[in-house]
């Protein structure tokens, strides 16, 4: 009797042992599907990284499912709604309208936003704390007084402004708040601003013989999706009229813009891997608060300064994050 209650004993135990073990194994050989839901074009670089570093290998144990609206907001629906068709395990969402999709396309599916703006005031959650629903991940709220941050900048690069115009979409909750934040600044700097609320793509030409007429001598360009989709355009009006800008996307910058301020997106793309890795390892969306940005990146285009016969000084120089020369 004593023995087969030992063998008893021996047998649960070695079952309880062996259970993990084949629920890890299991784990080990499953291929996750992620979906990528983006208002632009392609996977981009940071997460691809990110997503290695913490061990998933495209084609070994992750899929990405990418699907790329290529800057036609009215595709971004269906997009979403054919990601919840393939049933992938959670969606990364680019941009606000993508995160916003992707929400209105399922409330099952975990969805990690890598950079929207008010999630909680848009409903994408309930509270940054406890987002309460399937979605979650970090926005790209700079914080209040950024915009003010910008007009600074701009001052100390060039001393010489006094009005400075504003390309905005004044139909946008966070550009609203932007621009009161940013007369606020005006009136402590002594500047003049000029608002040009553009909302759509023929809205620009207009904008720009505004600007020329109220001869405005900088510029300062809100990092929404429309402003970003004619960034080269823009660009060349404002080497034209010899106007230093301000924008909120260093890759504007590199298209010969002179500066940018704002969340660094590279960081953004990488944390929403992190949430993507604590989802697929069983946390669940609404557990994880949503993250604000921590870093911040200052770009500035030293041939676009020296073409406006700007010397920076080195005050601005020393804070920059990176310098095209």
């Known amino acids: 009797m004593i023995l087969r209650v030992a063998s008893v004993i021996i047998v649960l135990a070695l079952a309880i042992l062996v259970t993990p073990l084949a629920v890890e194994a299991q784990q080990v050989g499953k291929v996750y599907r992620i979906g990528y839901l983006t208002a632009g074009g392609g996977v981009e670089q940071a997460f691809q990284d990110a997503m290695r570093q913490l061990g998933y290998l495209e084609g070994q144990n992750i899929v990405i499912e990418g699907r790329f609206a290529e800057r036609k907001l009215e595709r971004l629906p269906d997009l979403a709604a054919d990601l919840v068709r393939l049933k992938v395990d959670v969606i990364v969402t680019i941009t606000t309208p993508a995160a916003q999709a992707a929400k209105n396309a399922t409330t099952t599916i975990p969805i990690v936003m890598a950079g929207s703006a008010q999630p909680v005031e848009l409903g994408l959650v309930a509270s940054l704390a406890r987002p309460g629903g399937n979605v979650t991940g970090v926005t790209n709220n700079p914080g209040p007084g950024f ?7 701009l001052k100390e690069a060039a001393p010489t402004i006094r009005r400075v115009a504003t390309i905005h979409d ?3 909750a966070p550009e609203v708040r932007g621009w009161a934040e940013m007369q606020d600044a005006a009136r402590i700097l002594s500047l003049t601003l000029l ?4 909302r759509t793509s023929d809205d620009f030409d207009t904008a720009f013989t505004a600007i020329a007429r109220e001869r405005a001598d900088a510029l300062i360009v809100l990092p929404n999706f429309l402003n970003g989709a004619h960034t080269k355009r823009i660009v060349e009006f404002a080497t034209k009229n010899r106007l230093p800008t301000m924008f909120g996307d260093g890759n504007a910058v590199k298209a010969g813009g002179f500066m940018s301020y704002w969340t660094n997106w590279g960081d953004l793309r990488r944390r929403a891997a ?8 069983g946390a669940k969306p609404a557990e994880l608060p949503v993250e604000e940005p921590t870093k911040f990146e200052l770009v500035i285009n030293l041939k676009t300064a020296k073409a406006l016969g700007l010397a920076l000084p080195q005050s601005i120089l020393i804070r920059a994050d990176q310098v095209i020369e």
């Open 195 to 198: 608002s040009s609320d553009v």
């Open 147 to 153: 915009t003010g941050k910008w007009l600074q900048l």
């Open 170 to 172: 004044l139909s946008i």
């Open 274 to 281: 992190i949430y993507v890795d604590k989802i697929l390892k």
